[in-house]
């Protein structure tokens, strides 16, 4: 059984600084292209950032410059470094692994930790 554990969310003036964790268990990440999204409050989910199994990455450009995204294969875990945060970063910060069966794919969620960042 596959499961994302989110962790590192919290309250942080506008500024400030979060790291948040996500470790996987039930499958090894190294193949695959996990990625972080978020919900703000009446908002839909949107992708925040992806991380490629080469490492190659990929950002919203509302957060480009702010946040890197970065992978330990040997931990099972990704990361999303977030600094210089401002209040449109509140919100529910998910992670989620897509894995491939041929041509079809499951999608594994993590429960998400809140992130709010006060001005």
């Known amino acids: 059984q596959v499961q994302l554990v989110e962790s590192g969310g919290g309250l942080v003036q506008a500024g400030g600084s979060l790291r948040l964790s996500c470790v996987v268990s039930g499958k090894s990440i190294s193949d695959d292209a996990p990625g972080w999204y978020r919900q703000a409050p009446g908002k839909q989910r949107e992708l925040v950032a992806a991380?490629?199994?080469?490492?190659?990455?990929h950002y919203a450009d509302s957060v480009k410059g702010r946040f890197t995204i970065s992978r330990d294969n040997a931990a099972n875990t990704v990361y999303l470094q977030m600094i210089s945060l401002k209040p449109d970063d509140t919100g529910i910060y998910y992670c989620?692994?897509?894995?491939?069966?041929?041509?079809?794919?499951?999608?594994?969620w993590g429960q998400g930790t809140q992130v709010t960042v006060s001005s």
């Open positions: 989620k692994l897509r894995e491939w069966v041929g041509v079809l794919f499951t999608d594994y």
């Open positions: 991380i490629t199994s080469g490492g190659g990455t």
